[in-house]
């Protein structure tokens, strides 16, 4: 099953005749993981599962649904917060190297976005951090994608929030995307909604609502997925607002690619026709040619994908000529409870610093 026929079947679109009873299945082989994921927290929590705590202090960044919340431009975010102060950071991650020891996606775009922060990978994040403060030096480990991993203590608990799609149908995997209960946010210091300018004030209101009836002390930050430029596969940069009145065709392998191709249309662009692929794929150079065959017989003027496709088809032979091949690079840009966040995070540093 493809992640867009999943997806579907999840939100009801999928006819009731064969979505009725494919969603009762789902939720039949939910409750065996949610009893889980309950139990193992409640063994966490309660001390019987000990969590390793190192030298130096550890902010995670997490979320409580699959893909697509905008995580990781949060981390890159965080990551250029931490070296404004002077600090030596490090990010644990558990993504993977390609072969020939190349990044994966997600990764490969940290490492682009932050340059001179060591990307520790490893699934055992107590290990990664053992090896980003003894071979870096590190005084900050941020910890992508940590908040289920609970083996390493943190110091700080950051919880992405898509504001599109916050808690993922309401249901735990595999019946909805969610990863834990949303009780989990009660471990949370911090939630930092994304995605703010794509939804009512009103939803923001009902998300805020939902989240301090799980957790009432918890700083709760607004954010938008701000445009930062683009650029061509030759190098050329183009201006964001060049691409109003253009004929786009887009693709993206994201957990939420709506939210991509919406951004497309608020900065002006035509979308011709768009290409969802399933989170985390991996691109052939056939799948480009027959994006550009397609792009081509819609008349588009560029074919434009996001930074964490693109580190996925940089690798590949890509069609040259008309329409160019261009990637949007996006920045986290915090629209309300900036100071409460940093403050947030610096009262965590100093705690832990001070005491080193």
């Given at each position: 099953m493809s992640h867009t026929t999943y997806i579907n079947l999840l939100s009801g679109r999928v006819p009731s005749r064969i979505g009725f009873p494919a969603r009762a299945v789902l939720i039949l082989l939910s409750w065996p993981y949610s009893g889980i994921v309950r139990v193992r927290n409640h063994l966490y929590s309660s001390g019987r599962l000990h969590a390793e705590r190192v030298s130096a202090p550890?902010?995670?960044?997490?979320?409580?649904?699959?893909?697509?919340?905008?995580?990781?431009?949060?981390?890159?975010?965080?990551?250029r917060l931490l070296k404004k102060r002077q600090l030596r950071c490090a990010i644990l991650t558990r993504g993977y190297k390609?072969?020939?020891?190349?990044?994966?996606?997600?990764?490969?775009?940290?490492?682009?976005?932050?340059?001179?922060?060591?990307?520790?990978?490893n699934p055992d994040r107590v290990t990664g951090a053992a090896e980003a403060i003894c071979s870096h030096n590190a005084q900050v480990l941020v910890m992508d994608d940590g908040f289920q991993h609970r083996q390493l203590a943190r110091d700080l608990d950051i919880v992405a929030i898509d504001a599109t799609l916050p808690?993922?149908?309401?249901?735990?995997?595999?019946?909805?995307?969610?990863?834990?209960?949303?009780?989990?946010?009660?471990?949370?210091?911090?939630?930092?909604?994304?995605?703010?300018?794509?939804?009512?004030?009103?939803?923001?209101?009902?998300?805020e609502q939902a989240v301090r009836r799980v957790n009432r002390d918890l700083t709760i930050v607004h954010s938008v997925h701000a445009p930062a430029g683009i650029q061509t596969a030759e190098g050329l940069e183009i201006a964001t607002q060049e691409i109003a009145g253009k004929k786009v065709f887009a693709f993206c392998g994201l957990g939420n690619p709506r939210s991509f191709f919406r951004t497309i249309e608020r900065l002006g662009g035509e979308l011709v026709a768009t290409k969802a692929f399933d989170d985390h794929y991996r691109y052939t150079p056939d799948d480009l040619s027959r994006i550009h065959k397609q792009a081509t017989r819609q008349k588009a003027e560029l074919i434009l994908t996001t930074q964490k496709?693109?580190?996925?088809?940089?690798?590949?032979?890509?069609?040259?000529?008309?329409?160019?091949?261009?990637?949007?690079?996006?920045k986290l840009q915090i629209t309300a409870g900036e100071q409460e966040l940093t403050a947030l995070i610096e009262s965590a540093l100093g705690s832990r610093m001070a005491h080193r």
């Open positions: 550890v902010i995670s960044v997490g979320n409580l649904t699959t893909g697509g919340t905008g995580k990781t431009p949060l981390v890159i975010w965080l990551c390609m072969h020939g020891g190349e990044l994966s996606d997600e990764p490969a775009v940290l490492s682009a976005q932050c340059p001179g922060v060591p990307i520790i990978i808690f993922g149908y309401g249901r735990v995997l595999p019946a909805g995307l969610l990863r834990e209960p949303v009780a989990g946010l009660k471990r949370a210091d911090a939630v930092v909604l994304t995605r703010c300018d794509q939804v009512s004030d009103e939803a923001l209101q009902q998300i496709d693109w580190t996925k088809t940089a690798r590949l032979s890509t069609p040259s000529g008309h329409p160019p091949l261009a990637y949007l690079s996006i």
